[in-house]
């Protein structure tokens, strides 16, 4: 059913859904297909006037039952369907599972697999934070941002296809090292990229550091204090940018983060303007670790010398009758992992994502339960819009970065 | 006209071919992004791959406004509902270009959540291959349509409907 | 005027503090909760306990006290076929003291409920819907404990053990065309929004 409402000059024809109850108050539903969603959200606001009265995030459109998959492969195949969960952050997703599943074998590659699995894991950081960089900014209304971004990531996703053939979703670590190890000559492109990144993001920060337009609409905008964020178990940026300083790389260091240099940019207002400022501050904190890690870079090994859970090099297949059984018996069955239960927390660019990764002691994964931050931050954002007018929700939205592979899994 | 002699056959299929050269040089694509796809869909208007180029850079929110759907990643079954209404909404003709491993054949997701390819629910013109295909193999895609169109050879949902 | 760029000394210590909860708290739970707490041995960092459901919400209210104000997660596990069958398992931090403690709360097949957590930590709420949606363990006392991640007729909980990967198709592995029936083709004729749910003509459904 619909009425005609005058409004000004117009007669408009409403339907009565939109003016039931009070009269004034009008039920929207935004999304699943929504360019402002960032994917397939879908929020139900009660609107009075401009102003959100309350706001109700609905989830689930992207449900992919990764975590059912899991369970019906090997802890290896395993990797590749965690890959594609948050996919702006496939790496961080490799790093957390395979540190889990080497947790619970006893095993941890050695220092030139470790510091490979850091580099690229940063450089995944600042690609992904590039990506919200340039979204948020299409969203506010800077389409030029996104085209600098997108070349930040574009330059990082080249050096990731050198390294292990892909250009998102790499699966390139595996328990206990990597793929392969990085072609020759990666380290000088990846040099390179390290001097090219600090001018292309100091021009991004020109654009928007002074503009009248960005600080309007994000300063203020979709305030959370940090108890409340807690509470709501929000974490990585969007924690740090109400003042909490918690990272899980300093917190609980893993995979040798505890022997890096770098700092922790927090905010003090918890508003838009301050998730921007410490995602922008991050990405340099990044290449400050991806500097690092370069001088580290020493010739080695790359995997863990066990021949039960590690491929054998394929020039060894040719002539070793045994590297040939290894081969096919980690390609057909995989290997066993003593049973177990164990969590591994890390710092993925959205937040703290853990892995909760049980074993009955077989060849497959009996459970692998990802606790998915953008999760938790999609069910923070009523609380961020809450009294905020209607177009906020977009900045709003944007400023959480949730990305729905990992929300929906 | 100035052929007055000539047959109608000759006239019909002069306005048919310039009207699919106005439809294969202006395919304006829905923002209809789903998943991992979607941010290399996003791709396409970036400056190394310019989609501008071939007259597709405007990418429209709305399905009143579009006539080419590039589906972008795994299609969930709580998702079809929506799919199937956007796909309704946008005009004839129309055409679907299913990127992807999941959105052409549910790929590595066989499992209870996903929707074995977007071909069960829409018709689709093109598939790509890829996991998740590189915007070159999307843009080639998008230039094989392009042909297809201009030839003739697809209709974009009218013939079907 | 340059945008105020702060940084902070970041928490850091999570393992020392792991090593102090487990000589403090750890001990005091367990003679204040004898016959429902019990210590489950782990080589990992994070200590894990075993709370009986009748006795979550007492543990809870405790741990609250104590400065957990982060519910990091809530997940279920099925380990059918042992009894009891299932399992919810709840991550706690406190911040800034960062001790970590995981509670594992068995949970019988027949009896399948849990005292909901949501008034104290609000980021329960959605997390136990999920485990409600995905596992078919109600949380007693939520306030909206409704589907999250399949649509409201889904019917089945597909993480259980017994639920087949490919869900309705699996029940049916006949010609390839037929096989696929969960997902059926839209046919002309068939009212929108159809596609993917169940077909009550083919026997679809529970």
Not at chain 1, 123 to 151: C, E, K, N, P
Not at chain 3, 55 to 73: H, Q, S, T, Y
Not at chain 3, 175 to 190: E, I, L, Q, T
Request: glycine share 8%.
């Amino acid at each position: 059913m619909s009425r005609i409402v005058q409004s000004g000059q117009y007669q408009l024809n409403v339907d009565d859904l939109k003016i039931a109850g009070s009269g004034d108050r009008m039920t929207l539903s935004i999304g699943p297909h929504h360019p402002s969603t960032h994917g397939v959200l879908r929020v139900i606001l009660e609107i009075e006037g401009e102003r959100i009265i309350k706001a109700t995030p609905e989830v689930g459109f992207l449900h992919t039952g990764i975590e059912k998959n899991a369970e019906h492969l090997t802890w290896t195949q395993a990797i590749t369907v965690l890959d594609r969960m948050d996919y702006l952050a496939p790496l961080s997703n490799n790093l957390g599972y395979v540190l889990a599943v080497e947790k619970l074998l006893g095993i941890e590659p050695p220092p030139r697999g470790r510091t490979i699995r850091i580099l690229l894991t940063e450089l995944q950081r600042i690609a992904s934070h590039a990506i919200w960089l340039g979204t948020t900014a299409l969203d506010i209304g800077s389409q030029s941002v996104l085209m600098y971004a997108f070349h930040i990531r574009e330059l990082i996703l080249d050096l990731f296809e050198e390294a292990s053939g892909a250009r998102m979703n790499p699966s390139y670590f595996r328990v206990g090292g990597l793929a392969e190890d990085v072609p020759e000559g990666f380290e000088e492109k990846v040099r390179a990229f390290l001097d090219e990144m600090p001018k292309r993001l100091k021009e991004i920060r020109t654009i928007l550091d002074k503009n009248p337009i960005w600080l309007d609409r994000l300063k203020g905008v979709g305030v959370i204090d940090a108890d409340r964020a807690l509470a709501l178990g929000v974490t990585g940026p969007n924690l740090r940018a109400s003042g909490v300083p918690y990272d899980v790389r300093k917190a609980y260091p893993y995979a040798g983060y505890d022997e890096y240099e770098f700092d922790v940019p927090v905010g003090e207002n918890g508003d838009s303007y301050d998730r921007y400022l410490v995602r922008v501050l991050e990405m340099m904190e990044s290449h400050r670790i991806c500097r690092q890690a370069l001088e580290r870079l020493e010739p080695g090994p790359v995997n863990v010398d066990d021949r039960k859970i590690v491929l054998p090099p394929k020039e060894e297949l040719r002539h070793s009758m045994e590297a040939l059984i290894h081969h096919f018996k980690l390609v057909s069955y995989g290997f066993d992992v003593p049973a177990g239960e164990v969590y591994q927390a890390l710092e993925s660019p959205r937040g703290e994502i853990g892995f909760y990764v049980v074993s009955n002691g077989k060849n497959k994964p009996w459970r692998v339960r990802v606790r998915g931050p953008a999760f938790y931050h999609v069910f923070a954002l009523p609380a961020m819009m809450e009294g905020a007018l209607l177009a906020d929700m977009v900045a709003v939205i944007a400023s959480a970065d949730p990305v729905f592979g990992e929300v929906d899994r | 006209m100035t052929h007055h002699n000539a047959d109608s056959q000759f006239f019909t299929t002069t306005i048919d071919k310039l009207v699919r050269w106005g439809q294969k040089s202006s395919l304006w694509p829905l923002t209809f992004g789903l998943a991992c796809c979607a941010i290399e869909m996003m791709n396409l208007v970036s400056p190394r791959y310019d989609m501008a180029q071939f007259g597709s850079e405007v990418f429209r929110s709305t399905p009143r406004q579009a006539d080419l759907l590039i589906v972008s990643g795994r299609l969930s079954n709580k998702m079809v509902p929506v799919i199937e209404q956007v796909y309704r909404q946008m005009p004839d003709p129309k055409w679907v270009i299913a990127m992807g491993a999941c959105a052409s054949s549910g790929g590595i997701f066989d499992n209870y959540a996903i929707v074995q390819g977007v071909d069960e629910v829409i018709p689709v013109d093109i598939y790509v291959p890829g996991c998740p295909p590189s915007p070159d193999a999307v843009l080639d895609a998008v230039l094989k349509l392009k042909e297809a169109i201009g030839d003739g050879r697809v209709h974009g949902g009218v013939m079907r409907a | 005027m340059s945008p105020k760029e702060l940084y902070a000394r970041p928490y850091t210590g999570g393992a020392e503090a792991q090593e102090e909860m487990r000589r403090t708290l750890i001990p005091e739970l367990l003679r204040e909760f004898p016959d429902s707490v019990r210590e489950l041995e782990t080589p990992f960092d994070i200590a894990q306990l075993e709370v009986q459901p009748e006795a979550l919400r007492a543990v809870a209210v405790r741990l609250k006290e104590r400065g957990f104000n982060v519910l990091m997660d809530v997940g279920g596990v099925d380990y059918l076929p042992r009894t009891p069958r299932f399992e919810v398992v709840y991550h706690f931090v406190a911040i800034p003291g960062l001790w970590r403690l995981r509670l594992r709360v068995p949970v019988e097949e027949s009896a399948p409920e849990v005292p909901t957590l949501c008034d104290l930590w609000p980021s329960a709420e959605h997390a136990e819907r999920e485990v409600w949606d995905l596992f078919g363990i109600r949380f007693t006392d939520h306030p909206n404990l409704t589907r999250i991640l399949l649509p409201d007729n889904w019917v089945g909980h597909p993480l259980r053990k017994d639920y087949p990967l490919q869900g309705e198709r699996a029940k049916h592995m006949g010609p390839f065309s037929v096989r696929n029936r969960y997902h059926a083709p839209k046919r002309p004729g068939d009212p929108p929004g159809t596609c993917g749910l169940p077909r009550a003509d083919l026997g679809g459904g529970d």
